[in-house]
């Protein structure tokens, strides 16, 4: 008490009188309403370290709940989930746009859908569908733009090239030319690590 500052003791004081009082109140109520209060201070008690323990495994339901944002590590790598239908999607921020991405080893290039084309600025009926691409449904006409950023996690590059899919395609394809920019590409069980 006496390396306490007079304004701190007058807090304690204030704290001690203010649990006198509530702690009184409670116990001159009756036996039913201790036993509620007392309840009612458990369930708060679990409910608070359900709280911090949720918080600590944050990362890990981020993951579950959000498959396509990807996990930033210490050491500049990027982890991406592996969604319940086993494909790996991605955010990427392309010309500032967040478009979603599937993780695509067996396509060449950046692919964008025509929705994921027109979000990013392009219009199409101004580009030019001069090549085509082989798929799973046949042969299709592609337009060849470039992308001013591409921003994956830290990685942020410029002056990219893709191409938007003249066909039907659901989601956009990272394809291998982007991914051949990082030096390594592990893919365990559930998590893909891109490494640069």
Partial sequence: MRDLTADNQATLAYLVLLLVVVGGSMVIGSRAALNRHLQQLGIWTLIFIGMIGAYSMRDQIEAQIFPSRPQIGNNGTVSISRAWDGHF??????????IEFVVDTGATNIVLTQDDAEKIGFHLNLLNYTR?????????????????????????????????????????????????????????????????
């Fill in 89 to 98: 999607y991605v955010d990427v921020t392309i010309n500032g746009n967040i």
């Fill in 132 to 196: 085509e691409a082989s798929t799973a449904n046949g042969v299709v006409a592609t337009a060849p733009v470039r992308l001013q950023t591409v921003v994956l996690g830290p990685f942020n590059d410029r002056n990219l090239r893709a191409m938007v899919n003249g066909g039907e395609l659901r989601t956009s394809l990272l394809g291998m030319e982007y991914l051949s920019r990082f030096v390594k590409i592990e893919i365990t069980s559930n998590q893909m690590l891109l490494i640069r």
